[in-house]
């Protein structure tokens, strides 16, 4: 019989992920979220059982990457429990689905200006400093295709203008990567930085809210909606999915799309950008290659050039 309780449990699981390397930002928010939940339906409830989770999952039904990640989240969490000799309950692994990527929105050059102008016509608010902060980056997004957690929480020591490049932290588990950046838009962001600093001198966020923290996944999107429609407002209610992490997925496709006019090698470059983007495998790179016509269009037609430098091979059957 354990004698801490759930939140205490919860706390001491985020300590040993953080001690391990992770930042566990999302983790830790899903499990303080349980945590409340359990207190509102359920205060006794001192480890995971199947009838808080259950009720807690159920919030996520029309949300099925949010389901997917809180599922994963309480399920690693029950196996540590677990192997501290603590009775608790194990979601089945039946029970985890990865949800159905969302078709990614790949903007046209006309799109991409649209969008930035309305960017840049944004007027200072109540909220200190967001003026500067929308236009620096939506651009930081647009050209390097970070993800948008990696832009959002940039701390300011990580970023080296002067020598062209960011350290990215700890951005997917305890894995770190370094992104150069143009010389154009290194100049940018010091432009930037030094117009932001008047403003938080003494700030350790690159991109800071009012209190020199990062701005919230929900904050990012709806300024990227609000740009977006105040650009093209027939596209709204149009029923495509549109999000900022679009700017990510436009980055590879322009990328390669590139390569094929210049005439390289796109699967010699290819483990350049999968470092570059910060994937793990090379197969989530090549994951765009069928989702864009004009890049596989361009790679069978390159592929085909070589193909009569393969002699067939006699395997001895009779044709």
């Known amino acids: 019989m354990h004698n801490e309780s ?36 359920d205060p006794g409830t001192a480890a995971l059982n199947k009838e808080s989770v259950e009720g807690f999952l159920g919030q996520f039904q029309d949300t099925p990457g949010s389901l997917y990640n809180a599922a994963a989240i309480l399920r690693e969490f029950g196996r540590y429990l677990a192997a501290r000799g603590i009775k608790t309950y194990l979601i089945p692994s039946g029970r985890l689905h990865l949800p159905t990527p969302v078709q990614p929105y790949f903007f046209t050059e006309e799109e991409i200006v649209a969008f930035f102008r309305e960017c840049d016509r944004v ?25 948008c957690k990696e ?52 700030r350790t966020a690159f991109f800071p809210n009012k209190m020199d923290c990062p701005y919230g996944a929900s904050w990012l999107q709806q300024n990227f909606l609000r740009f977006w429609y105040a650009a093209f407002p027939e596209k709204r209610g149009s029923g495509i999915s549109i999000r900022a992490y679009d700017f990510r997925h436009h980055f590879v496709y322009a990328n390669m799309n ?3 006019r210049e005439g390289k090698d796109v699967n010699a470059m290819l483990p350049y950008l999968m470092r570059y983007m910060g994937h793990s ?9 069928h989702l864009v016509p004009d890049i596989y ?3 069978l037609d390159r592929s085909r050039h070589s193909e009569g430098l393969i002699p067939e091979v006699d395997d001895g059957r009779e044709k």
């Open 151 to 202: 832009a959002r929480t940039l701390a300011r020591r990580n970023v080296h203008l002067d020598e062209g490049y960011l350290d990215i932290i700890q951005s997917k588990g305890p894995k770190s990567r370094r992104v150069y950046i143009s010389r154009e838009l290194a100049g940018y962001l010091a432009i930037y930085d030094r117009r932001i600093s008047r403003l938080f001198p003494d």
């Open 6 to 41: 759930l939140l205490e449990l919860i706390n001491r699981f985020v300590s040993y992920k953080r001690a391990n390397g992770y930042q566990y930002q999302t983790g830790a928010y899903y499990l303080k979220r349980y945590a409340r939940f359990v207190m509102e339906t």
């Open 281 to 289: 495998d090379v197969k989530n790179t090549l994951y765009y290659f």
């Open 258 to 260: 590139r390569w094929l």
């Open 297 to 299: 269009g361009g790679i």
């Open 123 to 147: 007027e200072d608010s109540h909220l200190k400093g967001r003026d500067l902060v929308l236009p620096a980056i939506f651009r930081l997004l647009y050209c390097c295709g970070l993800r």
